[in-house]
């Protein structure tokens, strides 16, 4: 039995406090509001109960922000795409920013396993002056357990509109752009953090964002940072374990959140279990 599950959340401001109205069907829910670091932002949990993502299963998760609003959002664990028979697993994510709404996507990692036929797609809509901070890591197998993505599919999408789009179809099979020097590289991780506004960044800051990001990627093989757009900035590295990515995207996060927010790093106390 396949699972359909949708989620809504609704985040606006009541004086100093980022308030959220969430409304579900099916198995993804989140916990309980957590204020870590004051009223003005609202930290979220999501979580999915089964466990993980089977082919037929359909994940929804439609987030409002509305002026003023701050929300970070994360999970407790990896979203797990399962072996597939034949359907697809889908995760969809749809996210508008309203006024100077400022959200921070960070999600653990999504794992594909060895003949899963799995699509995520996360869409974020940033308007008027509105600012987010999103991650995104994709992790092929488990080579750790020694289990390897062999048979399969995932397509990952990722959209800023009218700011930034990357999509692609990844095939197990593609030995050429998994193994060669000039694709993966053999490595079976891909991490991707993204600072986006909807207004141009001002110069100083677009550099201060670039030159933190190249600051931590010195010495590593597979990391860069670049600026696709005026209001977009972005890191992109590959990685034999998800480990060292989410290592580097953390910190690299908490320079960014300092340099635009002027905020220091308040990291989910689900990081650190």
Request: with cysteine; aromatic share 6%.
């Amino acid at each position: 039995m396949a699972w359909h599950a949708e989620l809504s959340i609704r985040y606006f401001r009541d004086n100093e406090r980022t308030v959220a109205l969430d409304r579900h069907e099916g198995p993804l829910r989140v916990l309980q509001r957590l204020y870590p670091e004051g009223p003005r932002v609202c930290h979220h949990v999501l979580v999915h109960p089964p466990g993980g993502v089977a082919g037929g299963d359909e994940l929804h998760l439609s987030l409002q922000l509305e002026p003023g609003s701050h929300a970070l959002l994360t999970t407790p664990g990896a979203t797990r795409f399962y072996r597939s028979l034949g359907e697809t697993a889908l995760q969809r994510v749809q996210a508008t920013l309203q006024g100077d709404a400022r959200l921070e996507w960070m999600p653990l990692e999504a794992i594909a396993h060895d003949a899963c036929r799995a699509e995520n797609h996360l869409r974020f809509e940033l308007q008027d002056a509105a600012q987010m901070i999103g991650w995104d890591v994709v992790a092929l197998g488990l080579p750790a357990a020694n289990d390897p993505w062999r048979r399969g599919s995932f397509l990952q999408h990722l959209e800023l509109p009218g700011l930034w789009l990357e999509r692609g179809r990844i095939e197990a099979a593609d030995t050429r752009l998994l193994d060669s020097p000039l694709g993966w590289a053999g490595r079976r991780v891909l991490g991707t953090l993204w600072f986006a506004s909807a207004q141009p960044l001002p110069a100083a800051l677009r550099e201060a964002l670039l030159e933190a990001g190249r600051a931590l990627c010195e010495g590593e093989p597979c990391a860069g940072v670049t600026s696709p757009s005026p209001r977009v900035v972005v890191l992109r590295m590959l990685a034999e374990r998800v480990e060292p990515a989410q290592r580097l995207m953390q910190q690299l996060w908490a320079r960014w959140r300092e340099a635009a927010w002027q905020m220091p790093a308040c990291a989910p106390r689900v990081w650190r279990t």
